[in-house]
C-alpha cells in the first residue's frame, strides 16, 4: 500500500474539459471517494490514476513515483470495475491468478495466494466455477478478489456496487469497508450515491464540471458545505433566493425577512436543512424565526415525512419531521408556523 | 442454456411446420439432389472416343486423380492458395475489425459500408479491374516506373501472387464482418481489467481478446478457406492458362472435356478436403483454445 497523489491534473477533449486542475492526496490506508453527478469528471479522474486515460496535464504519484505516463500494466493499480469485467472464459481461481501469473510467481504460490484471496471474500471452493455461473454479488466479490491478490499499491473502486440489488449493496458497503481497514488498502471509490459515498468513505470529495468543489469528511460537507452545489448534492437543503440587507439579515424575493448568520451585503442564497426546520400548529418560542404557512403537499415516507410549506408566493420550505407515535402530523391545506435558529441557515453569496 | 422447452401448442407446431416447409423443400430440391446426382455420376465411367458417359459403378475416377502428380499437384496449390488467403485475411482484417467495433465515431456505419461496399462489384468484373492493374503495362507497373522506383515491369499478373492478392481483397470483407460482430460483443473493460492487472498489449491479446474473440474467428476462417478453396473467376483470370485451382478444373472438365465422370469425382474431392481440412483445423484451434 503506498500514498497516492494527484497534481493539477487536467483532462481535456477540444474546448472541453472533462476533468481540470484536481489535486488530491489520499494518505497510506485512506478510503477516499470521488463523489458527484454523472459527467462531473470523477471517473475521468480515476482512469487516469489507473492509466487508462492519459491526462492533458499534471501529475500522478504512486508511493513517490511519478506514474503519470506509465502504461497500465506498469502501475499496480487494483481495479474494480462498474460491469466487474471478469474474464468469462476463464474460472474463478484463474481469473484471480491472472495478475499473479503476470507477475511471474511460482505455482505453488499463485495457488496459495488464490485461495488466501477467496476465503478473504467468502469464496472458498468457489475456485471451479466459471463466473457467469455465479450471481451479481459473488461476481463482484470476485473482481475484488482479483484486484487484491496482486497486492496493489492502491484499490480503485469504479462505482462497484451500482449493478447490485438495493439490499445486496447495503451489506457488501460493510463488507468492503471492513476489509479495506483490515488490510489497510489505499482506496479511491467512485459513486454517485451519497448514502454510499458517506458511509463508506473517511474522506470525500464533492465534484462538479470537471472540477473539486469540496473535500472533507462527512461532518465537514453536511455542516459545512462549500458551495450551493455541495448544500444541494450532500444531504438535502431548501434553497430560498433573496439579498442579504446587512449582516444577519436576509430577504427573500418573496418578501421575507429572515434572521441568518453574518454574510456579506448582495444577493445570496440561503440553503434549510429539512430535518433542521421545526414545525407546529401554534407560533414557535425561542426561535430567531417564526413565519407562518400553508401546508401545500405531504409524502409519507415511513420513518419520516416531509411537510411542504408554503410561506409566500415565491417561497416554499421542505420540513422533515420524524413519524412518531402521536406526533404532530399537519394535513394538506393546515395553517402551521416553522421556524429555525438562525444558525441552521447556510448562506451563499450568488 | 436451458434443456426445459415449453411443449409447443398444436397450431404452433403447425405454423412453424409452414414455415419451415419452404426452404427444407428448396434447400433438397436445389443442393441435396443435385449432389445425389453427381455423386451418382462420379461413379460411372467415360469412354473418350465417343465422348460419352456410360452407367457404371466404379471407383476409377477418384483413382485417377489420386495417382496422377498433375491433378494432385492442383489441388496442393488450391489448398496451399486457401491457406495462405485464410491466413493473411486473418491478420489483415484483425487490426480493421478491431477499430470498427472500437470505434465511438458517428461514421462507423459508412466505415462498415465501405468496407462490404467491394461485395457489391462481382469477382468476375474485379478481377477484370485487377488484370488492368496488374499487367506489364498495367497501372501498377506504369507508376512505379514512372517513379522510376524500378526499371523494369514486375510480372504480377498470371503468377500466383496475383491470385493470392486477387482472393484476398475478395475475402476480406468476410472476415472483417466476422470478427468486428464477435469484437463488438466483447467488454471493452475486460480488456482494461487485463492491462491494470499487468498484462501488456501483447499477452492482452493472447490471453483475453483471441480466446474471448475465438467463435468469430472460427467463423471468419471457415467462410474464408471455403471461398478461396472454391474460388473460380479470381484464379481463371489473374492466374492465366497455365496456373490450376480446382474450380476452374472442374468446370474444364464438364464443359471443354464433357468428362462428367471425372468433373464429378472432382468436384467430390474439392468438398471433401475442405469439410475435413475445417472440420480438423476447428478441432485443433479450439482444444489449444480451452487450455
Known sequence: MARLEIRNLAKRYGDFYAVRDVSLSIEDGEFLVLLGPSGCGKTTTLRMVAGFIEPSAGEVRLGGQDVTLLPPWRRNAGMVFQSYALFPHLTVAQNVAFGLEMRKLARPDIERRVEEVLALVRLAGYGDRLPRQLSGGQQQRVALARALAIRPDVLLLDEPLSNLDAKLRQEVRVEIRELQKKLGLTTVMVTHDQEEALTMADRLVVMNEGSVRQVGNQRDLYERPADRFVAGFVGRSTFLDGTIEAPGRFTSDGGLRLACTDGAPGKATLALRPERVEIAAQPLSGLDNDLPGTVEFVSYLGAQIDIHVRLSPMDRLVVQIANREGGFAPEVGQQVHVGWPASAGLVFAQ | ?291
Do not use: H
Not at chain 2, 176 to 194: F, K, M, N, P, T
Open chain 2, 1 to 291: 442454456m436451458s434443456l426445459v422447452v415449453d411443449r409447443p401448442r398444436r397450431g404452433q407446431g403447425l405454423t412453424a411446420t409452414a414455415l419451415l416447409a419452404p426452404s427444407t423443400i428448396f434447400i433438397a430440391l436445389c443442393l441435396l439432389a443435385p449432389l445425389a446426382m453427381l455423386l451418382r455420376y462420379s461413379l460411372n465411367e467415360f469412354v473418350p472416343t465417343r465422348k460419352m458417359m456410360v452407367e457404371a459403378v466404379t471407383i476409377a475416377n477418384y483413382v485417377k486423380f489420386f495417382t496422377d502428380p498433375y491433378y494432385t499437384a492442383i489441388l496442393a496449390t488450391t489448398v496451399r492458395i486457401a491457406v495462405t488467403v485464410t491466413a493473411a485475411c486473418l491478420v489483415l482484417a484483425f487490426p480493421l475489425a478491431y477499430v470498427v467495433a472500437r470505434t465511438q465515431s458517428r461514421f462507423k456505419n459508412l466505415l462498415i459500408m465501405a468496407i462490404v461496399l467491394p461485395l457489391f462489384v462481382g469477382n468476375a468484373v474485379r478481377a477484370a479491374g485487377w488484370m488492368v492493374v496488374f499487367g506489364s503495362k498495367g497501372f501498377f507497373n506504369t507508376t512505379m516506373m514512372g517513379l522510376g522506383l524500378i526499371d523494369k515491369p514486375i510480372e504480377i499478373m498470371f503468377t500466383e501472387k496475383a491470385v493470392v492478392i486477387g482472393i484476398i481483397a475478395v475475402n476480406l470483407p468476410f472476415m472483417v464482418l466476422s470478427l468486428q460482430s464477435v469484437i463488438e460483443g466483447i467488454d471493452r473493460s475486460v480488456e482494461e481489467a487485463a492491462y491494470s492487472l499487468g498484462a501488456p498489449p501483447a499477452t492482452m491479446f493472447r490471453r483475453v481478446l483471441w480466446p474471448l474473440a475465438l467463435p468469430g474467428i472460427l467463423a471468419g476462417t471457415i467462410l474464408c478457406f471455403i471461398l478461396a478453396m472454391n474460388a473460380y473467376a479470381t484464379p481463371f483470370l489473374l492466374g492465366g492458362p497455365l496456373f490450376k485451382m480446382m474450380a476452374p478444373l472442374i468446370y474444364n472438365e464438364f464443359t471443354q472435356k464433357t468428362n462428367w465422370p471425372f468433373g464429378g469425382a472432382i468436384a467430390f474431392i474439392l468438398m471433401a478436403v475442405t469439410l475435413a481440412l475445417t472440420v480438423s483445423a476447428n478441432l485443433i484451434i479450439q482444444r489449444r483454445g480451452a487450455r
